[in-house]
């Protein structure tokens, strides 16, 4: 135990002790700043809710989540510490699991720190604070599959460049899996059973149904599924390292 | 008594290069094991193996008793390892590296201070314990890597390369205490550095082109050199002509060569011969500035092993 809290712990600390963190959180608050309100209309809907903050967080975690990830084994396997780390008494699942949430913990803390549009949101009228925590519950379990998927593919490559690029990629899919645009073309030659499986897919659709308020658990249980796949792609990865 | 490192037909193959070929060894308590080879002839790759950082293809490693692939977590309990270039996380202190180091074998509070404060000061370390470690000289990132390995006291030590990029000055200190620490563990080091086997090690393994090739301790490996109990007389040339033809008329002598002001006197059968051409130069009366037996070097036996066995091996490898 106290064995994977010091991995996890180190982890955690490495991003703060280089300016990533900082660079991070900056650049996501002000982003997420920039289209609630010049994009999503805050003001202009005249309605007291976070629907216009929540609608583009899908979009922002597509390029800023696999730039907290990228590094997170391609940096160990480029400086060389991957064979250090492996060869202490640690598993690869340990070692997964502790980059993981140390990076699901750094996200958490960058979207916490998005609380003053929830105050701004409760002075200026009544919303349901109830849908907002399901929207911030929504955003912080599709976070956690954006980083799984990151993290996996980090291991891909020394390159964070590449590792980057992959994770985009892949993410890219699970996004947009339910769009018009996507939906439209599956739906010109697969079965109905396929659609509704490449639909039900998107991080999208099942973000949004979350952050209306319906905390359903099949959402939540999807979120959780995509991060269990990925995370256990990633420990496949790393024993395919040791293989190579 | 089982050996502490047992290694048995140990072999791995990356795309067509065979790096390791069925290479087995077993390290006893009290044994310091010198890995030597040309670059690339595998020694990193064995070490990794044992290591458990990477998977052989065939053959099975155990680390006081426990096999590396089955029951890894055991097995990396009880070595310390070092990997080549001596790895470490570059944003860290020393400090704050070894402590992570400590948490993860186990140790926490007083105990993880007490061993951290130890081991820097049996390396040397101490005055660099709060700078960032991508600051440090070559050196003191060597010694933070020798750090992590020894933290825990391990029975086995595993270190690639320990002294590469060190100053004379820190190499001594390096193999100084690895000859300290040897009584009470098993170690392996690997070099290319030749003295260093003379220095540290009671046991040197050759390798070339992943095969072992020599197998002995350092003396029993220079008895191999071709230039092991040659007799060298340096005298002037005009003495060296005299004592010529009777010399290799001696018994024990198989033939003579001049080079320079030295003659070679090379016995038949590795036989010690200076007595021999001690009495024939005294009895001659001249005058000789030396007389001496040569033991033989390791880097003529290093040379010779790994060189024309290495030919005889990718034939027979194909």
Redesign the interface.
Known sequence: M??A???F??EFV?YF??PVAYVFIVIFLALLGAMTFFLGGFFGRGQADLAPFFAFHAWLYLLLVPAVSMRLWSDERK???I??L??????PTQAVLAKFFAAWTFAAIALALTFPIWLSVNYLGNPDNGVIVAGYVGSLVMAGAFLAIGSCFSTVSKNQVIAFVLSVIVSLAFTVAGTPLVLEFVSGWAPRAMIDVVAGLSFIANFDAISKGVLDLVNLVYFLSVMALFLFLNVVFVNTL??? | MTAMIEVAGLSKRFGAIQAVDNISLAVEKGEVLGFLGPNGAGKSTTM?MI?????PDAGRASVCGFDVATH??EA??RFG?M???A??????TPLGFLR??A????Y?GQEADERIKTVSRSIQLESVMYQPIDTLSRGYKRRV?LA?ALLHDPEVLILDEPTDGLDPNQKHEIRTLIQEMAPSKAIIISTHILEEVDAVCSRAVIIARGRIVADGTPAELEARSAMHNVVSVTANEETLAQILEPIAALNKIARVEIDGRRLLAIPADGADALDDVRVLVRQRGVSVSDIRLERGRLEDVFRTVTTARTGTGAGSAQ
């Open positions: 106290s064995t809290l010091t991995l712990r180190r490495s002790v280089t400086t060389g510490t064979e250090l492996l060869t202490l008494p640690v598993s040791k293989a190579r | 990794k290591a458990g950082f990477l998977e890894p977590i990396k309990r390892y990997p080549e270039g790895p470490s996380y570059n944003e860290m992570f180091i948490g993860v074998r186990g926490s890597g992590a």
